[in-house]
C-alpha cells in the first residue's frame, strides 16, 4: 500500500494506474467499521481503491470540534492496509488547505444547504463541498464513495457532481449501526455511557416512523409526532435535545408533506456537546432488535 503526503507523489502513483477504474472514498480518518463498508465497496465498483484521510479545517465552524476531533493515522493506515488498499492520500493541512480564511469557496445551491445541518453549522457544506472538489481533481476517481448516513452532505456532492459536469460516479453505502442500533460515527466515542444509552433513540425515532408508513399512515407531520410521541420520554432521555427531525424527497432533499417509498427521514440530535445524525428510507424498515424496544438507560 502506497502511503502519500504529496502532490506530486500522489500524479505519480495516479499516472501509472492508467486506465484502472480508480474508486475513492474520502475520509476525515479515525477509521470504524462504518469507514471498512465503504472500502468494501469501493472494491465492488473500482480496480483500484484509494482512501483520503484529511481532518478538513474548512468545513469546522469557529466552535466545533476540529482541534479535539480524532487523529488516528498509525492505526488508520494499519486499517487500509489490511482492506486492501491501493493507497492512502494523507496531506497535510499547511499545503492542501494554507489560508482558510482566504481561499476560494465552492457555494452549493441554497435550498440544499439552508435547511437541516446547513442551520446548524453556517459554512460547514462550503468548506465540505470545497475540500472534496480538491480531492476529486488531486485523485481524479472515477468512482467515490460516501455514505448515506450525511444523507444531506451525499445530495450536496451529487449536484456538485451534476452541476459541474464531473465524470465521476457517486456511490452511496449504506448506514453501518453498532448491536444496539447506533449509526457509526467517529462522534460516538465522544460520549459517555449514559448518553450512548440515550443516543440509540435517534435509530428508535426513525424505526417507529417507519413502523407508522408501514401500516398505512402517509401525513408526514402525523407520522412524525406520533413517533415523536411514542419514542421520546424526557424522563429516560434528559439530555437528548432533538435538532430536527424530518422527511424528505430522496432526490430532491426538500421537505415532503405526503410519505412514499421514495422518502428519506433525516434526523439530528444533541447529546451534551456531541451532534449526531442518522437517517433511513421510510420503507426500508431498520429490523432493530426486538430486545432493544424498551430501552433501559
Ligand atoms: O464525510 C466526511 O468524512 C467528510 O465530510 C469528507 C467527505 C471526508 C470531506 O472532508
Redesign the pocket.
Known sequence: MHRIETRQALQEWRDQLGDHAIAFV???GNLHAGHLSLIQCAHRHGQAVVV?I?V?PL?FGPTEDYERYPRTLEHDLAACEAANVSAVFCPTADWLTPDIHNTTHVKPPKQLTQQFCGLARPGHFEG?AT??LKLFHLIRPDIAI??EK?AQ?LAIIRQLVSDLNLNITIIEAPVIREADGLAMSSRNQYLSPSLKSQARLLSRLLASAQSAYSQGNTQANTVLKEALESVLDAELYPDFELEYFEAVDQNSFQPCAMLSDNSRLILAARLGQTRLLDTAMIGDPLFLHPDLAQLEI
Do not use: A
Open positions: 474520502p475520509t476525515m483520503s484529511f478538513n468545513q465540505m475540500i472534496v460516501f455514505g450525511d452532505q
